[in-house]
């Protein structure tokens, strides 16, 4: 039994994670002749990272890019607010029109709490 309670107390506690999939409509494309970011703001950190993908096999213009999710780490006792804000390149294949979408995004982490967060943009979503 006390053999039981050290197993359960030595269990380390899991990272806090974030991880965030850029979701777009069938129509709306990553254009990777520019660089994608997302600015992650937590505590008292700043941190910019450029968003990775692999080009879309279907066109034939190699301007496409499927972008693959990106996993955030936090310290185990991280707990609090993250701040996201991203600046995408897109294009929109239908109508012809490739832009910049710049959105912001709050999330709410317990600490050890492994959250998945699908955020949909190419389209007002606001």
Same mark, same amino acid.
């Not at 965030?20 to 129509?27: K, R």
């Not at 660089?35 to 066109?59: E, F, Q, R, W, Y």
């Given at each position: 039994m !006390?053999?039981? %309670? =050290?197993a !359960?107390?030595? *269990?380390? *506690?899991?990272?806090t994670?974030? +991880?965030? &999939?850029f979701v +777009?409509?069938? &129509?709306?494309?990553?254009?990777?002749?520019?660089d994608?970011t997302?600015t992650?703001? %937590?505590?008292k950190?700043?941190?910019?990272? +450029?968003?990775?993908?692999?080009?879309?096999? *279907?066109?034939?213009?190699?301007?496409?890019?499927?972008?693959?999710?990106? +996993? =955030?780490?936090?310290? @185990? /006792?991280?707990?609090?607010?993250?701040?996201?804000?991203?600046?995408?390149? !897109?294009?929109?294949?239908?109508?012809?029109?490739?832009?910049?979408? &710049?959105? @912001? /995004?709050q999330?709410?982490?317990r600490?050890g709490?492994?959250? %998945?967060? &699908?955020?949909?943009?190419?389209?007002?979503?606001r």
């Amino acid at each position: 039994m !006390l053999l039981a %309670a =050290l197993a !359960l107390a030595a *269990t380390p *506690t899991p990272a806090t994670q974030l +991880t965030v &999939e850029f979701v +777009t409509p069938p &129509e709306v494309h990553f254009n990777r002749r520019g660089d994608s970011t997302v600015t992650v703001m %937590a505590a008292k950190d700043n941190k910019i990272m +450029t968003l990775d993908g692999v080009p879309d096999p *279907t066109d034939p213009d190699n301007v496409y890019l499927s972008l693959k999710p990106i +996993t =955030l780490a936090f310290d @185990e /006792k991280f707990g609090g607010t993250v701040h996201l804000k991203a600046r995408l390149f !897109l294009c929109d294949a239908r109508n012809g029109v490739c832009m910049v979408q &710049e959105l @912001e /995004k709050q999330v709410r982490l317990r600490p050890g709490q492994q959250l %998945a967060l &699908e955020w949909r943009v190419g389209t007002d979503s606001r």
